[in-house]
């Protein structure tokens, strides 16, 4: 079978023990190295004086990890300059955040450039390559124009926008045209790449075609939903496993009976922090019966801190947490314990197992992965009920969770109240059909459908 070569912007081995980023998508795209060989090929994480000549390879058996540091400029232009304050927020739909200039433009190309440079002379005849996320778009063009003609796939794990929102992009048609280059594109839902073949059709001039085809800017690539999932018999396990540990011990003492509410979000305007602690602070006003009876956990580890929105939005939710504490608590009870940190994997999915309701309420979110962990991790014998919002990519499969407009902030507190108070026999069969799904449909089932599709999508190069 073809090597496969994976670029993702960090570049994660896996540690045991290890914290959210060396999670699932690590282990899946690990599962698919091992089995064909690869190499894993991205940011080093580390910013230095001048750019990589080469990429640092480190071999474990068979899988080779390629890393690239940035200098401060790249890092500044094209990671946290285009990537996070252009893409991310335009296609999360905040066209309000987007901060766009050339020359943050103009480093996310250099840097995409350089990193084509830097992977070519580790590619093999032969080789698939899958590239991931909003980072690299026009990686798979430089790539070709450097001569490569290896099989290009490309997954974008974040929303992709309606047509108007993109149009407000600077130069918006060159990065479609650049990511047509790739064989195969990969969404995460439909609603995604009903927005993607919209602009291709009405913006392009292309042509949809069936079967996922697409022909435009003078070439055909195939582009299809790949629902992402998590390892669900993993965190099943991970999530018994935890039952007795010391963390879920005092967390279940220190509740005292008590029901617990848990949120676990990168703290994130997308994440709809804000909004959920709003709702939660409804639900204590509007139903007093819950005061002193319920606790919310809010475990919400700081990214990006260094953009000045991450900042304001991080002064929010402290401000409203606060004020929840401020105005409800009692000498013996706080209704809302936030905590910016990370934990252990398992740590975390004990958590979640002891949970009587997963609050995950995204404004926008590609998928939401908290969401089907939430799921996986509870006690089948007596489950807990998800709220999930509509806007989550994971809200068109978990459709046994109580689905809410995260905006309807009354809303989403008289649910809360509805999930608190749900019976046995409901919250069981609203579960088992989201745990069958979630069992059927796994990490290792959308690995899968992503690799065999692109295994099959013709070669652009190989026919040019
Ligand atoms: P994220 O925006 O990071 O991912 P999400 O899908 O929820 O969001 O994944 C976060 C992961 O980090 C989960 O596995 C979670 O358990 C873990 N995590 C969060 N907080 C943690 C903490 N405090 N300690 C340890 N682990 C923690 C992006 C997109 C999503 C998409 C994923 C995958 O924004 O929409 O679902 O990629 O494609």
New binding site residues.
Partial sequence: MNRLVVVSNRVAPVRRGG???E???AVAMQGAMKDRGGVWFGWSGNTVAHDSSQAKVIETGRISYATLDLTQRDYNEYYTGFANSVLWPLFHYRLDLTDFSRRDMAGYHRVNAMFASRLLPLLKDGDVIWVH?YHFIPLGAYLRQAGSRQKLGFFL???WPPMELLATLPNHEALVRDLCTYDLIGF?TRTDLHAFEAYIREEAGGEVLSGGRIKAFGRSTLAKAFP?S?DTEEVAKLARRAEHSPQSRRLRESLSDRQLITG???L?Y??GLTERLEAYQHLLAGYPAYRGQVTLLQ???P?RGDLSDYQQMRQQVEAIAGHINGRFAEFDWSPVRY?N?????QT?MGFLRLSDVGLVT?LR???????K?FVAAQPPEDPGVLVLSRF???ARELDGALIVNPYDIEGVGDTLARALSMALPERRERWEAMFERLSRHDLAAWRNAFMTNLDAAPCAAAAA
């Fill in positions: 914290t959210g980023a999670g699932g998508l996320d794990h974040i929303p995460q992402i998590i676990v979000d990168r994130d997308t994440k475990i919400a580890p990214s905590l940190r990370g934990f252990k994997r975390l995204p979110d590609g998928m939401n992965l908290v969401a962990e989550a990519g994971a």
